[in-house]
């Protein structure tokens, strides 16, 4: 059974993180899948939208703790050295999901922890179940974040909310996730792949390359200086203007009917 499960349908590539059994923790081989997936999604042009999910009852349950069981047994610079290759063999996808010319939503449901949060954290929008419940969780088994969190929830929530929730490791609910600025949408439990499909499918059928353009201008802000985030904001405005989505949103404003985007 391949750990990650892709589909696409209608301009929305679903990516379902496959272990069930073990509440979808990330196994390598998931990590490698998850890789090529996306460089795959980014390049595809029917794609628009793109969602992360998980199988069975939850989002992700974190990294595999039970198989770092076996790399704990060996001398302490080997552990290192093996660590040091694993969180690096996830920055391609971190790295991918931020350059990803279309949006792309986490939908959660069931657990979210240590990486699971740094995972959603990564996506552009996250729609939870109303039972969805989060944990960075990483110092319950001593260790720091990885996965990008420690750069995302910070600026999601303060830094210093994003010390509690890093230090103490406790668990909240979807609402609280929402309140603090982690994710944007809380559904009912049983209305959560509907309700999914629904946010994909408006932004699979929205202007694509005004989307890559917004969220590369977001993005970049988070490092920018004010000048050169103006210059970019003219840049990516003069690009949108010269494509035909521009074209076909002033001609709808002006017929003053529904615009009809492509994408391009």
């Known amino acids: ?11 929305v590539a679903t990516l379902t993180m ?11 081989e998931m990590r490698s ?7 795959d999604v980014e390049l595809d042009s029917s794609v628009r939208c793109v969602v992360l999910n998980g199988a069975g009852d939850h989002f992700m349950a974190g990294g595999d703790v039970k198989g770092m ?6 001398p302490s610079d080997e552990i290192r050295k093996e660590f040091l290759q694993r969180i690096h063999d996830l920055h391609p996808i971190m790295f991918a999901m931020r350059r990803m010319p279309k949006p792309i939503i986490a939908s959660c449901k069931g657990a979210a922890a240590g990486a699971g949060v740094s995972m959603a954290l990564a996506c ?3 729609i939870a179940a109303d039972d969805a419940f989060f944990t960075l969780a990483y110092c319950k088994i001593g260790t720091s974040p990885d ?3 420690s750069f995302h929830l910070p600026r999601a929530v303060g830094i210093k909310k994003a010390m509690e929730i890093a230090l103490l490791g406790d668990r909240f609910d979807a609402q ?8 944007n949408f809380v559904v009912a ?3 959560l792949e509907s309700e999914t499909a629904k946010l994909a499918n408006r932004l699979a059928k929205g202007p694509t390359h005004v989307y890559g353009n917004t969220k590369a201008l977001f993005y970049r802000s988070l490092e920018s200086e004010f000048e050169s985030q103006l210059q970019a904001e003219a840049e990516y405005f003069a690009d949108c203007a010269s494509r035909e989505d521009f074209k076909e949103g002033v001609t709808a404003f002006i017929e003053k009917r529904d615009p009809v985007f492509t994408g391009n």
């Open 147 to 149: 996965g990008s969190s």
């Open 18 to 28: 496959n272990r069930p059994e073990a509440r979808n923790a990330l196994s390598m």
């Open 1 to 11: 059974m391949s750990h990650l499960e892709v589909s696409k349908n209608n301009g």
């Open 189 to 191: 439990s049983a209305e």
């Open 69 to 74: 069981g076996e790399s704990i047994k060996k």
């Open 33 to 39: 899948l998850l890789c090529e997936a996306l460089h």
């Open 124 to 126: 552009d929008l996250v």
């Open 176 to 183: 609280s996730a929402k309140v603090m600025g982690m994710i």
